[in-house]
């Protein structure tokens, strides 16, 4: 056992040498330079090959200003707020010091200053990086400028040198920025509000910070916590003695900001560019990055955006608003057409187009992300992958009886698709709703389709066969597929209880639908959308994009869903998305009362999704609601084969232009011929022969429903009942006067009236992806 001596001495000794340590640390560190923290810097935007896309983040956005210039009002407020002994402490918290060096040590959640001098400290330093050493320089360097500095000169610079949103650091430029106004004029109220910024802009500006977090920092949230934290600052100062109560009794309304404005550098597209990168690149960096850190400027970031591809997006919309948008014209049907786009690399997961509206300083909402519109029977593809991965239940077996007793189901699969179709639960149950209704299922145009193959339904759009289908093999089964895919399990995702989930009552954004197809487009394997590849902080890589894809279901699944979409834009409701001699794959889709039309599609080399609706971008109306769009563009109705498809083709028209034709791969057979929807397998009878006859179609059958088709003869020979012979309803191109869609569209691009066609392709009355819904709601087509 050592002797107390040497315990004593060892402890003396160790206690030495840490004064020596603090010593030499106390000794080297510096004063905050004001100055140099108060010059802002740029970040710089890349293209995707390297080339500046615009360098912004730097401009003005701080200016310093003297202590007589910022007013009692100000100083008061952050210290009520803040740290109520500012005046009088040490300006150290040794408490929330040692508990901010534990979190660190122990990998928790990292903690800013306590006190408004360590605050100062914090803030007037240009790395922001959380590390233990950088803690210790900061301890003491507070305990320096506590000694060498005057309370009036610490709050003079930590109120020059804060960041208070917008852009604006500094309480001048936040003057400037939210009232209007220089810093000397502000009244008690404003600064008050002013105050609440510094507890996060992102989460207090009452304009909102989706591009931070789309969930959290909306506009809605924002203006409630800043007026709820704005009485509470106000509040505290009369309990402090800094302000009178016949005062703050004067301060009864909220002092509104000024709406946030849009940097000029930002119009066109960049703005939606710059937000889409800044927010993903700050929701996926494991620097510790925050919006103030990168507001400080000094950051290169590399987008996935391909510059002509983003033109020629540009150029696909401008080009439907210049020929068909005329607001003035029909101001009760054009006016608030919104359009959006994205466009995915299937290969990589790289975003590498949008299409966020007509002006990012005009238009603030980006079209590209979620905006509410539903998406319709683009959402089908993902019935029949979940329909071949899971299966069509056993009636049978109870509900909870898993995987088990389930039969695969192929595209060649029979469902009526008859107009208000009783659907059924999985067992044969009539599905009545909460109120004890029953659901009778739509179709585009009431029409009436007899019993059809899955392949054919999707060509056509008809909803009852997949709205029943969904049922049969569960609705909780589409959604997991759905998300397996690439879409996200949140509010845009619509409830998966009620049969109206399969047609699309969901609103993905656009991106998330291009990424979504893309796992379709690559065999099955899918790859988180990306928009930034690569940030560098004043030449250093901070971050670089690591792709890590991941198999969501079976090639052979994924295989079947491409050739099944590669009909619909041969012979069913896509044929205005053709592109001669290149594959390709889509969907279309419309929802009820014409609120929101859709093209999502996709070549193997890009998946594109292309969205349009009507819907007012004014942020001050609480109440926006989705508009209907019969008549919009001199159009009966819109719907996804129109002017969706039209932006879809010329897009990819020119994205591909010198890129190689490529081919999908072949799908190979999967799943069982099931019946569905009240369709009914035939049975033998003695009369009939072992071949039936090649004349005879799906819906000839005698078997079946006498519900005449509206679409012409097969032009392939089939027997009815040919395992491996495809039915085509939807004819050739051949037809004229539109016969070549079987649905009405001109195979061109620009859209057209639908016209009864004489060729092969039917008599004109397929859905093109436009209809009403189940007779309860939900999109249709």
């Known amino acids: 056992m050592p002797s107390w001596k040497l315990v004593s001495g060892l402890c003396i000794g160790f206690l030495g040498l840490l004064m020596g340590i603090g010593g030499i640390a106390y000794a080297t560190v510096g004063l905050p330079d004001v100055q140099k923290a108060a010059k802002a810097q740029n970040n710089v935007y890349l293209w995707d090959d390297g080339s500046q896309m615009v360098a912004t983040g730097g401009e003005v956005n ?19 707020a803040e740290n109520k002994t500012f005046e009088h402490d040490k300006g150290i918290d040794p408490m929330g010091i040692a508990r901010a060096l534990f979190n660190m040590a122990t990998g928790g959640e990292t903690q800013g200053g306590s006190t408004i001098t360590q605050q100062y400290v914090k803030n007037s330093r240009l790395s922001q990086e959380q590390t233990l050493s950088r803690k210790f320089q900061e301890l003491f360097i507070t305990l320096k400028v506590t000694n060498k500095m005057k309370k009036n000169d610490i709050i003079t610079d930590y109120l020059n040198v804060s960041y208070y949103g917008r852009g604006a650091s500094g309480i001048q430029a936040a003057a400037r920025t939210y009232y209007g106004k220089d810093a000397v004029d502000l009244d008690p109220s404003e600064c008050a509000f002013l105050a609440t910024l510094l507890k996060g802009a992102s989460y207090y500006d009452p304009a909102g910070a989706p591009d931070v977090d789309p969930e959290q920092a909306t506009a809605k949230l924002n203006a ?212 004890g209704k029953e659901w009778l299922q739509a179709n585009d145009g009431n029409e009436s389709r007899g019993n059809i193959t899955l392949r054919e339904a999707m060509q056509w759009s008809a909803n009852s066969p997949y709205v029943q289908l969904g049922m049969d093999v569960g609705t909780d089964k589409v959604k997991d597929i759905a998300i397996a895919a690439g879409l996200k399990d949140d509010n845009n995702m619509a409830d998966s209880h009620v049969p109206s989930f399969s047609i699309g009552t969901s609103s993905p954004s656009a991106i998330r639908m291009a990424g979504a197809y893309a796992t379709f487009a690559d065999s099955g394997m899918r790859r988180e959308p990306y928009s930034v590849s690569q940030v560098k902080h004043e030449g250093k890589l901070i971050y670089r994009h690591k792709e890590a894809p991941k198999r969501a279901f079976d090639a052979a699944i994924a295989d079947n869903v491409t050739d099944v979409l590669k009909n619909v834009v041969e012979k069913g409701t896509g044929t205005p998305a053709q592109l001669p001699g290149r594959d390709v794959a889509g969907k279309t889709g419309t929802t009820d009362d014409n609120k929101s039309a859709w093209f999502v599609g996709y070549t193997p080399q890009l998946s594109t999704a292309i969205s349009m609706y009507r819907l007012d971008d004014d942020a001050t109306n609480k109440n926006r609601k989705f508009e209907k769009m019969y008549g919009t563009g001199g159009e009966q109705t819109i719907h996804g084969a129109s002017f969706p498809a039209q932006i879809w083709h010329d897009y990819m028209a020119g994205a591909l232009k010198g890129k190689p ?60 009942w040919d395992w491996d012979c495809q039915h085509n309803n939807g004819g050739t191109n051949t037809g004229a006067n539109g016969g070549a869609t079987g649905g009405g569209s001109s195979p061109s691009t620009t859209p057209q009236p639908p016209t009864g066609g004489n060729g092969n392709g039917g008599n004109g009355n397929g859905n093109g992806g436009n209809g009403s819904g189940a007779i309860f709601g939900g999109p249709a087509g």
């Open 62 to 80: 701080r200016q310093l200003i003297t202590y007589a210039q910022i007013p009692d009002a100000m100083r008061n407020a952050v210290i009520s």
């Open 224 to 435: 409630e916590r800043a007026e709820k934290r704005w009485k509470w600052i106000l509040d505290e100062e009369v309990k402090d003695g800094r302000l009178t109560k016949a005062e703050r009794d004067k301060y009864t309304k909220f002092p509104d900001p000024l709406p946030l404005k849009k940097n000029a550098q930002l119009g066109g597209q960049t703005g939606y560019l710059v937000d889409l990168a800044k927010k993903y690149f700050l929701a996926n960096n494991t620097e510790g990055v925050t919006a103030e850190m990168l507001a400080q400027g000094g950051y290169q970031i590399k987008t996935t955006f391909n510059e002509k591809k983003v033109q020629e997006l540009n150029d696909a919309v401008q080009k439907v608003y210049d020929s068909k948008i005329k607001p003035k014209q029909r101001p009760k049907t054009d006016t608030h057409v919104q359009f959006g786009g994205g466009s995915v690399d299937p290969k990589t997961g790289a975003i590498v187009a949008i299409y966020g509206g007509q002006d990012a300083t005009k238009h603030f909402t980006n079209n590209a992300d979620p905006t509410g519109a539903q998406v319709g029977s683009t959402f089908k593809p993902f019935v029949l992958a979940a329909a071949m991965e899971y299966g069509k239940r056993n009636p049978e077996l109870p509900e909870d009886q898993g995987l088990s007793g389930r039969t695969k189901v192929s595209p060649l699969s029979i469902y009526n698709a008859d107009d208000k179709l009783k659907i059924k639960k999985y067992n044969g149950e009539i599905w009545t709703d909460e109120n």
């Open 661 to 720: 034709a490529l081919t999908f791969p072949e799908p190979g057979p999967i799943g069982d011929k099931v019946y569905g929807g009240g369709a009914q397998s035939p049975k033998p009878t003695p009369s009939a022969t072992t071949t039936p006859s090649p004349s005879m179609s799906v819906t000839e059958s005698p078997s079946m429903p006498t519900t005449p088709s509206p679409t012409g003869p097969p032009t392939e020979t089939c027997g009815t």
